[in-house]
């Protein structure tokens, strides 16, 4: 059912699970007075300390791949100022990963950035691609060798679903909202200069993004030339509503074809997908009546996954690896049930000829799930937020025997 050399992992981001990532943009964020953030990360999962025991917790049930992020914040805390004591960090990191078995797929920024990178413009800053340049480099030098396939950019397109969904505001509105009037204070620019990644989704965010993801895949490819480089990109399945053909049209070509499209010469394009969203004429409908709902207001729809591989790999002509996939809920027979789901859409793909690499769940561990706090539970490992104690849950068991089986298990 699946390749040999198939990839079966987890994922977690470093600000969601190392805790006190202060030197970071979203711990600026977190903190602020009017913040959206429910609230702030902290000591998250602990796993900065904690990584030897989750890595082996994670080879133990059977996976073969562990995604994670290394943090650019901890890093380069001052432009131009690389700390080798943390760069050594996540060189033990790989090394306990290989020391497992587990092949290390790397995100070298997932949503956060250096609070110094935020006070000069951020994501809309024209020198924003050259300081990542220079910050991959860095990195690839350093941990290059133990690297299994590296992303460069986290969701570069998620700025513009938010938008499209209502979600986030307006650029023109969003300076006029406490937390950037607070942030902008802070950090003594105007708040309409206040660009973090995640919530920054104009024409000129775009343009900076790209040429970070091209700028920072240059440099890789320089210091490596045989690592495999992409980028992920949050797609959800874009359906049309009643009377929503053209809406829904519009909306898959703004948020999902245009980043595609130019992930054309990459080596493969990572496929973020939980759910799809449905439109109508003057914009996004709510889920059907009486459908299941995850704990994000989202539907249960675990087929979006196959229709998302599908125009990836139509769209860019790239491999496609699922670089994200899950569920939040509280009842973890649900989980087992979405994944399977899921998988059956990656079967699917695969069988008609699509070159799928990975199926990669998120998350390994119940974590920081950003402006919505400690309470959507994601993970495949339980965590107690009072003593850090890590319980694996019976869904994760599953997958383990999945993977070890390289998909087997699905068919008992």
């Known amino acids: 059912m699946f390749p ?32 959206i953030f429910a609230e702030p990360s902290g000591d998250a999962c602990d796993h900065y300390h904690r990584y030897p025991e989750d890595i082996a917790t994670l080879a133990g049930l059977g996976l073969n791949t562990y995604r994670f992020s290394v943090e650019w914040a901890r890093i380069e805390p001052e432009e131009g100022e690389f700390s080798t004591a943390i760069l050594d960090h996540y060189r033990r990191v790989l090394t306990t990963c290989q020391d ?82 607070a942030a902008g204070k802070r950090l003594g620019i105007p708040p309409d200069r206040v660009a973090p990644f995640q919530f920054t989704g104009t024409v000129e965010a775009f343009d900076t993004m790209l040429a970070a993801h091209r700028a920072g895949s240059a440099a890789i490819k320089a210091v490596r030339a045989d690592l495999p480089v992409g980028w992920t990109l949050a797609l959800a399945d874009i359906q049309a509503g009643p009377g929503g053909e053209n809406h829904a049209a519009r909306v898959r070509r703004d948020v999902n074809e245009v980043y595609l499209e130019a992930s054309r010469n990459d080596d493969f394009v990572g496929v973020q997908t939980y759910s799809r969203t449905r439109f109508e004429a003057d914009g996004p409908l709510p889920p059907p009546t009486g459908a299941e709902l995850n704990m994000m207001g989202e539907e249960f729809y675990p087929e979006a996954l196959e229709a998302t591989i599908r125009l990836a790999a139509a769209v860019s002509g790239a491999p496609i690896l699922v670089t994200e996939n899950g569920l939040a809920t509280s009842d973890d027979t649900r989980r087992q049930v979405y994944v399977r789901r ?5 079967t699917n793909c695969l069988r008609d000829g699509i070159d799928v690499r990975g199926y990669i769940y998120w998350t390994a561990l119940d974590n920081f799930e950003w402006v919505f706090g400690y309470r959507p539970t994601f993970g495949l490992i339980a965590v107690n937020r009072a003593t850090q104690a890590r319980t694996v849950k019976p869904s994760a068991r599953w997958l383990g025997e999945v993977a070890r089986t390289n998909g087997a298990a699905l068919l008992t």
């Open 4 to 35: 040999e050399g198939f990839l079966w992992g987890a994922a977690t981001a470093a600000h969601q699970v190392e805790g006190n990532n202060v030197n970071s943009d979203c711990w600026l964020l977190e903190h602020l007075p009017g913040s």
């Open 100 to 181: 497992h078995g587990l092949s290390p797929v790397v995100t070298y920024h997932h949503f956060t950035s250096p609070r110094w990178l935020l006070a000069a413009g951020g994501w809309e800053d024209k020198k924003t691609p050259d300081r990542f340049a220079r910050y991959c480099d860095r990195v690839t030098r350093h941990l290059g060798d133990l690297i299994g396939t590296a992303c460069t950019l986290n969701e570069s397109n998620l700025p513009r679903l938010l938008s499209s969904l209502g979600v986030a505001p307006p650029a023109e509105e969003r300076s006029q909202q406490p937390m950037w009037q």
């Open 342 to 346: 899921a998988l059956q859409g990656v």
